[in-house]
T-cell receptor, first 113, second 112 residues
Framework: DSGVTQTPKHLITATGQRVTLRCSPR?????VYWYQQSLDQGLQFLIQ???????AKGNILERFSAQQFPDLHSELNLSSLELGDSALYFC????????????FGPGTRLTVL | QQPVQSPQAVILREGEDAVINCSSS?????VHWYRQKHGEAPVFLMI?????EQKGHDKISASFNEKKQQSSLYLTASQLSYSGTYFC?????????????FGKGTKLSVIP
């Protein structure tokens, strides 16, 4: 158990819908990262927040957005969902940013029908 | 920018050794190694920072050649529990570089 929690574990929805994925980092960790993992793309970095501020942006679509709240939990919002958005979404946390090990949550499996 | 891992897959018998390579075309600040078992989250193995360091973790060790921007993960006397997909993640050198970019992974299967 990494100490990072993610909800929900599974999510099934239809194309065009909007969903919110939630992540609580390990106690004391200030950084939260979001990754998308699909079979053909591997682990893709989406976005990072550090203590409430956006620090780095990767291959995140405009339909996706995220935020980190004052209590350091984070939410990833996915809208206008397409079939291709079906994937495992991982949240990870670390104490700081660069050069720190990341602890991954169990993931949310999103299925878009 | 995505690091290149090789080999893509390897099958070992228990007790055999393996090397997984990770290379980048850009200057690196750090290389991270993770192992992911099927249906589970990636688990941290080790980080190597620029400076050509080498680290060990039980029978798993790694090196980072800063000149070549390459890292290698060494698994010695492999055990069944080593099976999984190994990912290297790289952070580019330069101020404000917080992004970890993962390679496509190396699938390691250890058989009795």
């Amino acid at each position: 158990d990494s100490g990072v929690t993610q909800t929900p574990k599974h999510l099934i929805t239809a194309t065009g819908q909007r969903v919110t994925l939630r992540c609580s980092p390990r106690s004391g960790d200030l950084s939260v990262y979001w990754y998308q993992q699909s079979l053909d793309q591997g682990l893709q970095f989406l976005i990072q927040y550090y203590n409430g501020e956006e620090r780095a942006k990767g291959n995140i679509l405009e339909r996706f957005s995220a935020q980190q709240f004052p209590d350091l939990h984070s939410e990833l919002n996915l809208s206008s969902l397409e079939l291709g958005d079906s994937a495992l979404y991982f949240c990870a946390s670390s104490v700081g940013g660069t050069g720190n090990e990341q602890f991954f949550g169990p993931g949310t499996r999103l299925t878009v029908l | 920018q995505q690091p290149v891992q090789s080999p893509q897959a390897v099958i070992l018998r228990e007790g055999e050794d393996a090397v997984i390579n990770c290379s980048s075309s850009k200057a690196l600040y750090s290389v991270h190694w993770y192992r992911q078992k099927h249906g589970e989250a990636p688990v941290f193995l080790m980080i190597l920072l620029k400076g050509g360091e080498q680290k060990g973790h039980d029978k798993i060790s790694a090196s980072f050649n800063e000149k070549k921007q390459q890292s290698s993960l060494y698994l010695t006397a492999s055990q069944l529990s080593y099976s999984g997909t190994y990912f290297c993640g790289t952070e580019l050198a330069g101020a404000g570089s917080y992004q970890l970019t993962f390679g496509k992974g190396t699938k390691l299967s250890v058989i009795p």
